[in-house]
Structure formats: C-alpha cells, structure tokens
C-alpha cells in the first residue's frame, strides 16, 4: 500500500504517543521494542518520500529550463518569421508602388495597399510639446533592498512598510 508523506507522518506522531503512554512492565517493554522498530520503519519510509519529493522538485526544475529554452527558441523564431515579413511587405509596398497598383494577387489571396496614421515624438518633445497634448504620469518605485539594509541595521521598520518573510523549499546538493 502506498501511503502518502502526511500519513507516514500521522502515523509517526501516533507511535511516539503510544510509547509514551506504556508503563516499565516486561509486557509493555515488549510492545514498546516493537513499537520503537515501527518508528524506525516509518522514519526510514519518511526518508524515501522526502527524497522521492526531492527526485520530483529536481525534475521539475529541470523541466521548467527546459520549457524556458523552448520559449526562447519559439521568440526566436518568432522574431525571425517577423522581420522575415516585415522585409516581405516592404519589397511588395515597393514593387506595387513601382507598378503603381493599390491591390494585387488572385481572389482570396491578395493584396492592398493599406495605410494607417501614428504619431511619432520628436527629440526633445517634453520640451516643445503643447502642453495640451501631454499626459502626465508618475511613477514611484520603492527601494526594497535600502529598506532591508534599514531594517537589518537599525532593527527599525520604516512607516508605511510591512517586512514578510516566506519559507521555501531548497534542494540539497
């Protein structure tokens, strides 16, 4: 029977209360003999699940890189077909121009001329911009590591911050 690393643990507990409830009787050192070599089973088959635990952590991680270098590979690809296209329909806009043609190609796969408008900033336009057409936004980032630095030497936590601590799980070496 497979048992989970939570009802190894129950059980370790469940022991550890049974022991400590036996008296010195030649009985009930008996039971407690059989008792401790019970614990020893449990703790070995904690042992293995842990470490079944950490084989899965491993594997993930690994998988994780591995879906990373793929996602990198894909944006490079990506990329690629990108300015492949963008090359694509800079030679067609040149061609059509050249032929003076606003729409070319067969029905269902054709195609126009298309153009759209977007404004572009000159250098210097914060400066020479009508205020008119500016939005102002600002954006206040907080110095994390200055604060932990603060509170490491002074034992002080600054107003208006709270400091968490998360525990996580590391693999040994």
Request: glycine share 6%; charged share 35%.
């Amino acid at each position: 029977m497979k048992r989970s690393l939570y009802d190894i643990d129950k059980d370790l507990f469940a022991i550890v209360e049974q022991i400590e409830r036996l008296g010195d009787s030649g009985e009930d050192e008996r039971e407690k003999d059989k008792l401790y070599q019970q614990l020893m089973d449990f703790r070995m088959e904690f042992q293995q699940k842990i470490g079944q635990w950490a084989k899965m952590k491993r594997y993930n991680l690994a998988m994780v890189e591995a879906l990373e270098k793929e996602i990198a590979r894909l944006n490079r690809s990506k990329t690629s077909i990108k300015n492949s296209m963008e090359r694509f329909d800079n030679m067609a806009i040149q061609l059509m121009e050249q032929h003076q043609l606003t729409k070319a190609g067969i029905p269902g796969y054709g195609l126009r001329i298309a153009t759209t408008t977007s404004v572009v900033p000159d250098v210097g336009w914060e400066e020479t911009l009508d205020p008119q057409f500016k939005k102002i936004d600002q954006l206040v980032k907080i110095k994390k590591n200055d604060i932990k630095a603060w509170v490491k030497d002074t034992g002080e936590i600054p107003i208006g911050v709270d400091i968490r601590q998360r525990k996580y799980i590391a693999l040994l070496k």
